[in-house]
């Protein structure tokens, strides 16, 4: 297959909105991408913390296949089997009582958005609706989360943004006490805020937070749709502070792969909805349901997914210090939890990417300097290993 012809077409009728990367990936095994024309990549991007599993894991690909030949859709109209296993197995690992489905993440904060109006409207008074988020967050897309999105790179060309948010800068407790008004609801958070450049909070933060919703009747919501799914070494990252949410989001790792997304509850902030209220097509259909249980399963089972995550997430994090170390011109800060980790630049970090990309490693850069590692948590040793030879060789030629 042609790649370049390929590039050609793609340019020519897939609408201009990605800045991509010139290469068309065909096939993949684990933490291993090929491309068409046959080049082999190490994946520490793991689409964007999806692949939490890896590449076509094996339990998953045959749960699709085996669910594809019995039942691929139905309507919410009538009980579906694989979404009600799924709601129970998150529901039996988590704080949350009740799940919805959904097909993305944005989709997700959206629907915990509503939640939040609606019961706040219906329980607290008519008068909250008012949503306090962070600066540097992100949550999504669509008008409602790109307005909860506290970076105006993301809303700029598309305003009237929707009413009713404000923001405050992160890991500020006083802050958010501050701008509690009369017709606040809920505060949105991500526990550790991924595109914003992997920026993790203090210890006791959203402990305070959580204190500050409960004197102020406030639904506390978190977005955990990239640091959920045991990218933090945990289930879900909210289990490190010792505090539960009313409300959270997930959806990048849920599906191992196949698009889904979910809002999780306590029974409380559930009620909120009734028949009606909200909804989706494809929302928890039984081809999605089905992965996602396959992809929940594999990681929870006997804990050794967790653990190499967190084995490895602490292995990466040291040898990425090291770098830091030699090169303290270049690399101001190293964060993160678990395999979700950033190394922050006193440079443009895109041409190190392309760099990694002609080496064969595929990484990611966010907020324009600080380089992502999100790879799959079963990565290896000797998958580091491999990856920081190819940095310290480019980092040098930097230097
Ligand atoms: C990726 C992401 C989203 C948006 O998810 P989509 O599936 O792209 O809509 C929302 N919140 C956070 C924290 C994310 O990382």
């Avoid at 064969?360 to 790879?375: D, E, K, Q």
Wanted: proline share 4%; glycine share 10%; net charge neutral.
């Amino acid at each position: 297959m042609d790649c370049k012809k390929l590039i050609e077409e793609s340019s020519r009728y897939i609408m201009n909105t990605y800045n991509r990367f010139p290469i068309v990936l065909r096939k993949g095994r684990g933490i291993k991408v090929w491309s068409f024309d046959g080049k082999e990549y190490l994946d520490f991007v793991g689409g964007v913390a999806v692949n939490i599993l890896g590449h076509c894991h094996p339990r998953v690909v045959v749960a699709i296949q085996k669910q594809a030949q019995r039942l691929l859709h139905v309507s919410n109209y009538y009980h579906i089997e694989p979404q009600i296993r799924l709601a129970k197995l998150l529901v039996e690992h988590s704080f949350a009582d009740k799940a919805f489905f959904c097909n993305s993440g944005a989709e997700a904060n959206e629907a915990a958005i509503k939640l939040a109006r609606k019961y706040a409207k219906e329980n607290i008074g008519t008068d909250r609706f008012e949503i306090i988020t962070a600066k540097n967050s992100f949550h999504g897309r669509t008008l409602a989360t790109i307005t909860a999105t506290g970076q105006e790179k993301f809303q700029k060309g598309f305003e009237p943004l929707v009413p009713g948010f404000s923001y405050v800068p992160f890991n500020d407790v006083p802050a958010i006490s501050g701008a509690i008004t009369k017709n606040t609801c809920a505060i949105l958070l991500e526990p550790i805020q991924g595109e914003g450049g992997v920026k993790v909070p203090d210890h006791d933060y959203l402990k305070k937070v959580r204190e500050l919703c409960n004197e102020h009747n406030l639904l506390l919501i978190l977005d955990e749709v990239q640091t959920g799914m045991g990218r933090t070494g945990k289930f879900f990252a909210y289990e490190h502070f010792g505090i539960t949410p009313d409300i959270m989001t997930i959806a990048k790792g849920l599906g191992g792969g196949v698009p889904i997304g979910a809002m999780l509850a306590t029974d409380k902030a559930a009620s909120g909805f009734q028949p009606g209220n909200h909804a989706t097509t494809f929302g928890g259909n039984p081809l999605v349901c089905t992965a996602a249980i396959a992809t929940i399963e594999t990681l929870l089972e006997d804990g050794f997914i967790l653990d190499q995550c967190n084995r490895m997430g602490k292995y990466l994090q040291e040898r990425l210090e090291n770098l830091k170390d030699t090169f303290p011109n270049l690399i101001v800060d190293v964060r993160g939890l678990g395999l979700l980790l950033g190394m922050e630049l006193t440079t443009e970090g895109d041409p190190i990417v392309r760099a990694c990309l002609e080496k064969g490693v595929l990484i990611n850069c966010t907020t324009g300097n600080v380089l992502r590692f999100i790879p799959p948590l079963i990565v290896q040793h000797k998958d580091i290993d491999y990856l920081m030879n190819v940095l310290e060789k480019i980092f040098e030629r930097l230097q």
